[in-house]
């Protein structure tokens, strides 16, 4: 068949938002997927055995999963491990669906707190696009959250708040703190392709009611009967430049380790904060191609997580739900005066599981233990009645903290893995600090007798962004604000690598919709740009 107009790398859900608004408007579009199809067979949440099966499969970690998609991480040393997803539908296999946007002081951290860098766009850029994206997704929540700008909300009504949602609610109300019905990306009712919520809180691993929007269910079905050509295990090995500076393509590796090589007029990465610096780390000589700012790989951010759990003596049932977010709070979200710390966090409420996942809820320690001879006791106290706060951290770019090529870890066929070096900041751990305290007041003021904090060291992180740098200046970014590489004309990022700030919110709702914006722009200005043809 003739080269296709445009090549995408990474079936997640920068490509596939990419690729429907792209063949919606008559391009070609191929897209290369290192991994394959999630095996919903493998989702074992309506079982007996599904805690003890559910971290083997639907493992986050990629070192520990070891799929056919996968490559080496070595986060040793890193503070925070890598998660992702590698194959058709990324991340958002395995996300926990909070549907976030960001707020519009997430744009202008430099213009109004003095760190980081404003982004080449505002919330009022991006808010169109955040409605269309929904819709396509299947979100469900409350319109005019009052920490958000007035406007159209989610397509779908919000998830049942439920016990545990609707005592931490009356709290905040009395506390005058913030809380409003959690955005989820899940369906409350028969919406396209997905399923009613059966409220089991097995999102992270593998939704098999099919009520989680997944990008493989929502998009690649769709943007396959249009025309896109979904290639899987396909492992791009590096990108191809001419010797005009244009780049034709990409040459890749089939599950056999063949060798193919895929041109293109357009390339599209959408393999996120790690895999998108890998790949160009992999296809460009000193230093890397589109490299000539010296950001590739740095600024990594990865968004700290912590934890607060408190007990109760009431039946919240909370080994059920959804592992969404019953609630959330905005309530610390922007910088306080008053404060140690510059910027804020988000919090979720969500549930703690059954008896295995519930014992995760809990730091290790003798004053918090439940395994040993109290098991039985603290198992029967503590299931059902417990309530977690999840707090996302906003971390700020620092570029130290960064992505490296590690050839002394290959992949199976050779190609090398990767190195995360990565260390939480003085201003992050303030920020935990204060945060979890304010956690504490929330759950006490719901009727806790306990509240157990996580140590902040036991943290983890979950989202992978700020590695490829997006700005107005060359000398200082890696992308303009619609994602073209300012030293390659015809190459595009689209994913979450190109923030220049974290925000501390949830990032899958604002890669889609940046996706989207930049894809509509692609193809209004297509005619204008240079492509390898």
């Not at 009395?174 to 028969?190: E, M, S, V």
């Not at 929502?218 to 780049?247: C, F, H, I």
Request: contains cysteine.
């Amino acid at each position: 068949m003739p080269d296709p107009d445009v090549l995408i790398v990474g079936a997640g859900p920068t490509g596939a938002v990419t690729a429907k608004r792209l063949a919606e408007a008559g391009m070609s579009v191929v897209c290369l997927e290192q991994g394959g199809w999630p095996d919903y067979e493998r989702a074992r949440s309506a079982h007996p055995d599904y805690e003890l099966t559910s971290g083997v499969y639907w493992a986050w970690d990629p070192n520990v999963r070891a799929g056919p998609g996968d490559y080496p991480v070595d986060d040793s040393e890193s503070d925070i491990t890598a998660l992702m997803w590698n194959g058709v539908g990324g991340g958002s296999v395995v996300y926990a669906a909070h549907w976030q946007r960001n707020l519009p002081s997430d744009f202008r951290v430099r213009s109004l707190d003095g760190v980081g860098d404003d982004w080449p766009l505002s919330y009022e850029d991006l808010e169109p696009f955040y409605v269309r994206v929904e819709k396509d997704w299947g979100v469900c929540g409350l319109a005019n959250d009052t920490a958000f700008p007035p406007g159209e909300g989610p397509p779908m009504p919000p998830l049942p708040l439920a016990a545990m949602g609707r005592r931490v609610a009356r709290a905040h109300n009395d506390l005058g703190w913030h809380w409003w019905p959690g955005p989820n990306a899940i369906a409350t009712q028969r919406y396209g392709a997905l399923n009613p919520c059966v409220l089991r809180a097995t999102c992270l691993w593998g939704c098999a009611d099919g009520a989680k929007a997944t990008v493989d269910r929502t998009y690649w079905p769709v943007n396959q009967k249009n025309g896109v050509e979904l290639v899987t295990r396909a492992r791009v090995r590096r990108l191809l430049q001419r010797s005009d500076g244009l780049v034709e393509g990409a040459e890749y590796l089939d599950a056999d380790g063949n060798e193919h090589v895929q041109r293109a007029g357009i390339t599209i990465l959408g393999a996120n904060g790690i895999g998108t610096p890998r790949l160009l780390f992999l296809s460009g000589e000193n230093g890397g191609l589109a490299n000539s700012s010296g950001l590739v790989g740095k600024r990594l951010m990865m968004h700290p997580f912590g934890t607060v759990t408190g007990l109760f003596e009431e039946d919240l049932q909370s080994w059920q739900g959804t592992w969404g977010q019953h609630i959330h709070s905005l309530e610390f979200y922007e910088t306080g005066e008053d404060r140690d710390h510059v910027r804020g966090a988000k919090w979720g409420l969500q549930p703690t599981g059954g008896p295995l996942s519930m014992t995760r809820a809990y730091p290790w320690g003798e004053e918090n233990a439940v395994w040993g001879e109290a098991f039985h006791r603290e198992v029967k106290r503590r299931l059902g009645h417990s309530a977690m706060w999840g707090i996302i951290a906003e971390d700020l770019p620092e570029e130290s903290n960064r992505v490296t090529l590690d050839a002394d870890h290959p992949d199976e066929y050779g190609i090398p893995g990767v190195k995360i070096d990565y260390r939480n900041s003085e201003n992050t751990r303030r920020m935990m600090d204060f945060h979890r305290e304010r956690a504490r007041e929330s759950l006490l003021a719901a009727g806790a007798y306990d509240v157990i904090i996580a140590p902040f060291i036991e943290a983890t992180g979950w989202h992978l962004l700020g590695t490829c740098k997006m700005g107005d200046d060359p000398a200082t970014s890696v992308v303009d604000g619609w994602g073209r590489c300012h030293d390659v004309e015809n190459l595009f990022i689209f994913d979450g690598s190109v923030w220049p700030t974290s925000s501390g919110m949830n990032p899958t709702a604002t890669i889609a919709a940046f996706a989207l914006r930049c894809a509509e722009h692609l193809v209004e200005t297509r005619r204008d740009r240079k492509e390898a043809r």
